[in-house]
């Protein structure tokens, strides 16, 4: 059984920082991409930053120059700091992995629970 877990989410004033967490735990083969995306009530889930394995980055053109996304694949982990952070950032964050189980079997995509991140201004 595989869990994707985040943590690092909450309360921030404008202009604050914050570092998200997610580790992907379980009997795991590989991961390919891992990224987080983000989804405001009523609307549609978005990518904020993304990275392969081999640490090639993507991220939303309203988050370049602030978000940085790190992974650590030893750990399966993968995480988001969040510098200069603005109220249109208030949202809930979530984990996304794509996990291999064997040699040459597609990734499975598995998502986290989710967790909040809220800018006051």
């Known amino acids: 059984q595989v869990q994707v877990v985040e943590s690092g989410g909450g309360l921030v004033q404008a202009g604050g920082s914050l570092r998200l967490s997610c580790t992907a735990s379980?009997?795991?083969?590989?991961?390919?991409?891992m990224g987080w995306y983000r989804q405001a009530p009523g609307k549609q889930r978005e990518l904020v930053a993304a990275t392969t394995n081999g640490g090639t980055t993507n991220y939303a053109d309203s988050v370049k120059g602030r978000f940085t996304i790190s992974r650590d694949n030893a750990k399966n982990t993968v995480y988001l700091q969040m510098n200069s952070l603005k109220s249109e950032d208030t949202d809930v964050y979530y984990c996304?992995?794509?996990?291999?189980?064997?040699?040459?079997?597609?990734?499975?995509?598995?998502w986290g629970q989710g967790t909040q991140v809220t800018v006051s201004s």
């Open positions: 379980g009997t795991i083969f590989s991961i390919n991409d």
């Open positions: 996304n992995a794509k996990i291999k189980f064997k040699f040459g079997s597609r990734s499975v995509d598995y």
